[in-house]
């Protein structure tokens, strides 16, 4: 199927989008699992950022407002941010109205959309997108929204407990390039295994990573919320790491992108859309039932509202890093995927970053 043929065909799957522009884009218990982080304090209510728009009371832009395609995975509650930004007026108050639009092709194909103008931003895993960037894509990471969003399981009743314990096993995944094999083999190396020889990632679709496990296929399975979190749900099976672990619990997952032409032609909008979608993120750490609310009508429906709301709360809503701390993170990011060879030995982290990243909002 070519680029323009799966974008288009993800339309059917939108759900309240506005109607498209005269640019056409193209194209899922443990205790862990279900503590809740700290929600902010109260007094976040009134200050500033707070103020969430139209659809709350406050105004929006004058003006008419300008229309712009922001592709993401509708399947990722993750991203709920998103859809807060659209429904609580969060794009209305910088003066865009965006087209939401469900993209599940592949990364590559993502990034070639972004890069040839066909969508104007998108939201996605930096451990799904960094890899193809160093490959050189005329697209521009802006902003961050979230950490969290990936764990490693393991049966409940097996021996493994820790990364440790991982050693000469079976390890489930989705793709061979999938952020959670990527990130558990970086999480492995620094534990003292080799990802290439101690263990071995095996690849199964995405539904059927479960059944592996309990069919002895694998010993354990890595992959991204919310179907690990669901897996966990009747207690068979325990999360035995996550991105939320040791130093990687102020780290960023996700992040946005544009294409790099609007950095160069339309900067203000990149820096809107920024603003938006961090104010949004802000909103979703102070307000989590609310913003689970808002995505319901936009998910694939096998989330029920309770598990949304509480995949809100786990998610790190409230670190979203922009300018020098984002391209830290990042960099950090670069020198990992060096040391379980999946980057190029010859690239710099520290200048990748520089070139992947645009400050928009200094």
Same mark, same amino acid.
């Given at each position: 199927?070519?680029?323009?043929?799966?974008?288009?065909?993800?339309?059917?799957?939108?759900?309240?989008?506005?109607?498209?522009?005269?640019?056409?884009?193209?194209?899922?218990?443990?205790?862990?699992?279900?503590?809740?982080?700290?929600?902010?304090?109260?007094?976040?209510?009134?200050?500033?950022?707070?103020?969430?728009? %139209?659809?709350?009371?406050?105004?929006?832009?004058?003006?008419?407002?300008?229309?712009?395609?922001?592709?993401?995975?509708?399947?990722?509650?993750?991203?709920?941010?998103?859809?807060?930004?659209?429904?609580?007026?969060?794009?209305?108050?910088?003066?865009?109205?965006?087209?939401?639009?469900?993209?599940?092709?592949?990364?590559?194909?993502?990034?070639?959309?972004?890069?040839?103008?066909?969508?104007?931003?998108?939201?996605?895993?930096? @451990?799904?997108?960094?890899?193809?960037?160093?490959? *050189?894509?005329?697209? &521009?990471?802006?902003?961050?929204?979230?950490?969290?969003?990936?764990?490693?399981?393991?049966?409940?009743?097996?021996?493994?407990?820790?990364?440790?314990?991982?050693? *000469?096993?079976?390890?489930?995944?989705?793709?061979?390039?999938?952020?959670?094999?990527?990130?558990?083999?970086?999480?492995?190396?620094?534990? *003292?295994?080799?990802?290439? &020889?101690?263990?071995?990632?095996?690849?199964?679709?995405?539904?059927?990573?479960?059944?592996?496990?309990?069919?002895?296929?694998?010993?354990?399975?890595?992959?991204?919320?919310?179907?690990?979190? @669901?897996?966990?749900?009747?207690?068979?099976?325990?999360?035995?790491?996550?991105?939320?672990?040791?130093?990687? %619990?102020?780290?960023?997952?996700?992040?946005?992108?544009?294409?790099?032409?609007?950095?160069?032609?339309?900067?203000?909008?990149?820096?809107?859309?920024?603003?938006?979608?961090?104010?949004?993120?802000?909103?979703?750490?102070?307000?989590?039932?609310?913003?689970? %609310?808002?995505?319901?009508?936009?998910?694939?429906?096998?989330?029920?509202?309770?598990?949304?709301?509480?995949?809100?709360?786990?998610?790190?809503?409230?670190?979203?890093?922009?300018? *020098?701390?984002?391209?830290?993170?990042?960099?950090?990011?670069?020198?990992?995927?060096?040391?379980?060879?999946?980057?190029?030995?010859?690239?710099?982290?520290?200048?990748?970053?520089?070139?992947?990243?645009?400050?928009?909002?200094?």
């Amino acid at each position: 199927m070519s680029t323009n043929d799966s974008f288009g065909s993800r339309r059917a799957f939108l759900v309240g989008a506005a109607t498209v522009g005269a640019t056409v884009p193209l194209a899922m218990v443990s205790q862990k699992v279900f503590a809740t982080p700290k929600i902010l304090p109260a007094p976040f209510e009134g200050a500033p950022i707070c103020t969430t728009g %139209a659809a709350d009371g406050a105004a929006a832009a004058a003006g008419a407002l300008k229309k712009i395609s922001f592709a993401w995975n509708a399947g990722a509650p993750c991203l709920l941010g998103v859809t807060v930004a659209k429904e609580k007026g969060f794009f209305a108050k910088h003066g865009l109205d965006v087209d939401l639009v469900n993209y599940s092709g592949s990364t590559d194909q993502l990034l070639e959309t972004l890069a040839t103008g066909k969508a104007d931003a998108a939201g996605g895993m930096a @451990l799904r997108w960094l890899k193809p960037m160093e490959q *050189g894509f005329d697209v &521009k990471i802006i902003a961050s929204t979230h950490g969290g969003c990936l764990r490693l399981l393991a049966p409940t009743a097996s021996d493994i407990k820790s990364l440790k314990d991982l050693k *000469g096993k079976v390890i489930a995944v989705s793709d061979q390039n999938s952020p959670g094999k990527n990130f558990f083999a970086i999480r492995l190396k620094k534990a *003292g295994l080799d990802p290439e &020889k101690d263990v071995e990632f095996k690849q199964f679709p995405g539904p059927l990573l479960r059944v592996s496990v309990e069919k002895g296929e694998a010993h354990a399975l890595a992959d991204n919320d919310p179907i690990t979190f @669901l897996f966990q749900k009747d207690g068979a099976f325990r999360e035995v790491s996550s991105n939320l672990d040791g130093e990687y %619990a102020h780290r960023v997952c996700c992040i946005v992108g544009v294409r790099g032409s609007l950095i160069r032609d339309d900067k203000p909008t990149a820096t809107a859309l920024a603003r938006a979608l961090i104010e949004a993120a802000d909103y979703a750490a102070h307000h989590p039932e609310e913003a689970a %609310a808002t995505y319901a009508p936009y998910g694939p429906g096998k989330v029920a509202p309770a598990d949304l709301v509480t995949l809100s709360k786990y998610h790190t809503h409230a670190h979203h890093p922009v300018g *020098g701390d984002l391209k830290k993170e990042l960099a950090l990011y670069a020198e990992e995927l060096k040391l379980v060879s999946i980057f190029k030995p010859s690239t710099d982290p520290k200048k990748f970053a520089e070139r992947i990243y645009a400050d928009v909002l200094s």
